[in-house]
């Protein structure tokens, strides 16, 4: 019976929200008066410190400490044999060594920020500058093949004989997509503020994961894990960017325990470029051979991609080809280019966010080349298994996701041959491309008691980043007991309540959501039993000891469609409307999971036409390191967005049936977006963002 789950519901933080009442890490009062700690950035890209002198910094009004290698308490490394880079320690201040533009060099902390902001103009730092590896494209021969990528994954894998399969075949595409530098940039900056108690601290942050976190500061200080306690009730965006600590975090505990005041250290948004993790650059190479009717015999997908030595990280980017098309022969291989420069973490949609848009766009390439409807090549070529491991998926409906789509969106009006439809000034074009994401589960639980005054309270560290998390859960739990959904109380984002995987990789709500669901289960058995007041806990295993996940291809699928008009003089490429129909099992919540997706399908028009981070090749310093010059969409850019779900369920998944709906919407909706842009003017651009200079001169000219 599902009175809720499913529903519409608002969200049930949301009058808190716009109220005011909902405190973000660095908002909480009851905090006493914190003092503000201010980061210095290396200005080299590369080198050491020969020499740094705080005297005068410290000499400035309500300066109270200064910190730098020379005096920063001794911190652990980390240990890369630790599976997750989240739990790893993360030292700041721990050498004289600077491993990229912007690293933390100093922190000033002062009894107001100002005065702290002020002071770090004092701290006087002399270089000695090595030569660093800045230039992406000039470094490629240095490529080398990681262990692993992202997320446990295989860094390479082959089926059949790619080579001579690919060069006999009848047509093949064989190109280059190329996508830049990117940033989580959350709307709440990275922040977090500590306090000590004798050897206890508590700290507010921003986070996604709260339970990697605690044993990364726990790694990085040395210290016992239940000493640590984390508090994010509410966090501001994440988009990966806060699945682990940053400097911010490591200083904030740090200066705290040095002057026994509460810290808080709040990163300016020019810092978050420089001191938070990006999305590597990369260029990925596609290769596909088929027969004339449209079927693949050969995919190939490599991608090379930077990271800093140091903090090795490689996106999963060519993953998802692996289980998306039938094709006897395949390969895929992602390689590494070390490079001074920010290091490298997931931001939303790893490894399909810019893989989708270099395979999606081939995929549409070949249709061209074999004067077939895109659709159509892509239903030809659906696999009845996964074509890599041999396993049958859960619940795929990707054709379904595309035939649904192309009813809904009027494909039929697609103009068959590119730059072919003109409306004024403007050509007109439809884009299409499939969207998937596969889905992860680990170790989660919760706890739900019954309170005397007959409210269900619900507890797990799950953090809800804005996605609508208090509200699912809530849904679930007002189902599960039968009880009506205000007299459920969800808590989350405390290391005081159960443990469990956190939010991200859109794994945060099937497992928050599992465990939620079995907890209530486990409390009506009980109240059944003895009819008191109770508590129970519940609780969802790792991907790697559930035995449906090694059984089944389990993987989230749906379907982009986008029209775009160009101004045929300008170049100006104006999105006129979007559409993305999705399969991903059971939605909780039809208004959050919506907002998801859209958020999700804004993103990839961003990446298709806006975003990219610049990172100058002479110094490492990212170039446009503000929102005013790293491009992100407003409202203007985006048009009317329509998300549909085909209703089904995933049992294969879990027992509610659901998956991820976080970063699907953000999986293939750029190359929708990229393909349309071709499909009105007949320019390919392989290079995103598709910009006004690289479409301007292949735009047909007026006879
Ligand atoms: Mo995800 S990269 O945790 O938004």
């Known amino acids: 019976m599902s009175t809720y789950v499913g529903q519409p519901t608002s969200r049930v933080d949301g009058e808190a929200k716009v109220a005011g009442r909902a405190t973000y890490a660095c908002e909480q009062c009851d905090v006493g008066q914190p003092l503000h700690g201010?980061?210095?950035?290396?200005?080299?890209?590369?080198?050491?410190?020969?020499?740094?002198?705080?005297?005068?910094?410290?000499?400035?009004?309500?300066?109270?400490?200064?910190?730098?290698?020379?005096?920063?308490?001794?911190?652990?490394?980390?240990?890369?044999?630790?599976?997750?880079?989240?739990?790893?320690?993360?030292?700041?201040?721990?050498?004289?060594?600077?491993?990229?533009?912007?690293?933390?060099?100093?922190?000033?902390?002062?009894?107001?920020?100002?005065q702290a902001r002020a002071a770090a103009q004092f701290v006087?730092?002399?270089?000695?500058?090595?030569?660093?590896?800045?230039?992406?494209?000039?470094?490629?021969?240095?490529?080398?093949?990681?262990?692993?990528?992202?997320?446990?994954?295989?860094?390479?894998?082959?089926?059949?004989?790619?080579?001579?399969?690919?060069?006999?075949?009848?047509v093949t595409i064989d190109q280059h997509y190329t996508t830049p530098y990117a940033y989580a940039q959350p709307m709440e900056p990275n922040a977090a503020m500590a306090l000590w108690s004798g050897d206890e601290v508590t700290v507010y942050f921003g986070s996604q994961i709260l339970s990697e976190a605690r044993t990364a500061i726990a790694a990085t200080l040395e210290m016992d894990p239940t000493k640590i306690h984390l508090r994010s009730p509410f966090t501001g965006g994440g988009f990966g960017s806060k699945l682990g600590i940053h400097a911010e975090t490591t200083l904030a505990v740090l200066a705290a325990r040095e002057v026994r005041q509460p810290v808080k250290v709040v990163l300016t948004r020019q810092q978050i470029f420089d001191v938070v993790s990006l999305r590597p650059c990369m260029t990925q190479h596609v290769r596909l051979g088929a027969a004339k009717s449209g079927r693949l015999i050969a995919i190939g997908h490599d991608a090379i991609m930077s990271a800093n030595p140091n903090w090795e990280y490689a996106e999963q980017t060519v993953a998802g080809t692996r289980s998306l098309y039938a094709a006897p022969h395949r390969r895929t291989q992602h390689r590494l280019v070390p490079l001074d420069v920010v290091r490298g973490e997931d931001v939303r949609a790893p490894g399909d966010a810019p893989g989708l848009f270099a395979i999606e766009s081939a995929m549409d390439e070949l249709a061209h080349a074999l004067d077939l409807d895109p659709i159509e090549l892509r239903i030809k070529n659906e696999p009845m298994r996964n074509p890599e491991t041999?396993?049958?998926?859960?619940?795929?409906?990707?054709?379904?996701?595309?035939?649904?789509?192309?009813?809904?969106?009027?494909?039929?009006?697609?103009?068959?041959?590119?730059?072919?439809?003109?409306?004024?000034?403007?050509?007109?074009?439809?884009?299409?491309?499939?969207?998937?994401?596969?889905?992860?589960?680990?170790?989660?639980?919760?706890?739900?008691?019954?309170?005397p005054d007959g409210i269900a309270v619900v507890q797990a560290?799950?953090?809800?980043?804005?996605?609508?998390?208090?509200?699912?859960?809530?849904?679930?739990?007002?189902?599960?007991?039968?009880?009506p959904i205000e007299r459920v109380r969800v808590e989350l984002g405390s290391t005081d309540y159960p443990a469990g995987a956190g939010a991200g990789g859109s794994f945060g709500a099937s497992n928050t959501c599992v465990a939620v669901y079995r907890a209530c289960r486990a409390l009506k058995e009980k109240m059944k039993g003895d009819g008191a007041?109770?508590?129970?806990?519940?609780?969802?295993?790792?991907?790697?000891?559930?035995?449906?996940?090694?059984?089944?291809?389990?993987?989230?699928?749906?379907?982009?469609?986008?029209?775009?008009?160009?101004?045929?003089?300008?170049?100006?490429?104006?999105?006129?409307?979007?559409?993305?129909?999705?399969?991903?099992?059971?939605?909780?919540?039809?208004?959050?999971?919506?907002?998801?997706?859209?958020?999700?399908?804004?993103?990839?028009?961003?990446?298709?036409?806006?975003?990219?981070a610049v990172i100058d090749a002479r110094t490492g310093a990212v170039v446009n390191h503000d929102l005013a010059s790293y491009l992100v969409p407003v409202h203007a850019d985006i048009p009317d967005i329509e998300v549909v779900f085909l209703d089904s369920r995933d049992t294969k998944a879990n027992e509610l049936g659901m998956k991820g709906v976080g970063e699907l919407g953000n999986c293939g909706a750029n190359a929708a977006v990229a393909n349309a842009v071709f499909n009105a003017t007949g320019v390919r651009v392989r290079d995103l963002p598709i910009t006004i200079e690289k479409l301007l001169p292949g735009l047909p000219r007026d006879a």
């Not at 590369?46 to 410290?58: Q, Y």
């Not at 533009?101 to 920020?113: F, K, N």
């Not at 059984?551 to 006129?576: L, S």
């Open 390 to 451: 041999g396993t049958p998926y859960s619940d795929r409906r990707l054709v379904e996701c595309l035939r649904e789509g192309a009813r809904r969106f009027g494909w039929t009006r697609r103009p068959a041959k590119p730059a072919t439809r003109r409306e004024g000034r403007w050509l007109v074009g439809y884009g299409v491309a499939s969207a998937s994401r596969k889905q992860f589960q680990a170790p989660s639980s919760a706890r739900v008691r019954m309170s």
């Open 533 to 612: 007041s109770a508590e129970a806990e519940g609780a969802i295993q790792s991907m790697a000891d559930d035995p449906n996940y090694s059984k089944y291809t389990i993987e989230a699928y749906g379907a982009h469609f986008a029209e775009v008009g160009v101004d045929t003089d300008t170049g100006e490429i104006r999105m006129r409307r979007m559409l993305g129909v999705f399969a991903p099992g059971r939605i909780m919540n039809a208004k959050t999971a919506r907002s998801q997706l859209i958020g999700g399908m804004t993103w990839g028009i961003s990446m298709a036409l806006h975003e990219e």
């Open 38 to 114: 201010y980061i210095v950035g290396a200005s080299v890209g590369k080198g050491r410190i020969a020499h740094i002198d705080a005297t005068r910094a410290m000499r400035s009004a309500g300066v109270r400490l200064v910190l730098t290698h020379e005096n920063a308490p001794k911190q652990a490394m980390p240990d890369p044999s630790v599976r997750s880079q989240y739990s790893r320690a993360h030292p700041a201040l721990y050498s004289a060594d600077v491993h990229h533009y912007g690293e933390p060099v100093a922190l000033v902390v002062a009894d107001t920020l100002e």
């Open 124 to 170: 006087h730092i002399e270089y000695v500058t090595d030569s660093g590896r800045f230039d992406f494209a000039a470094n490629l021969n240095s490529a080398y093949a990681p262990a692993i990528v992202n997320a446990g994954l295989a860094t390479d894998s082959a089926v059949g004989d790619f080579d001579p399969a690919f060069a006999s075949a009848e």
């Open 461 to 483: 560290d799950m953090t809800d980043i804005g996605t609508g998390t208090y509200t699912i859960v809530a849904q679930v739990a007002a189902d599960a007991l039968e009880l």
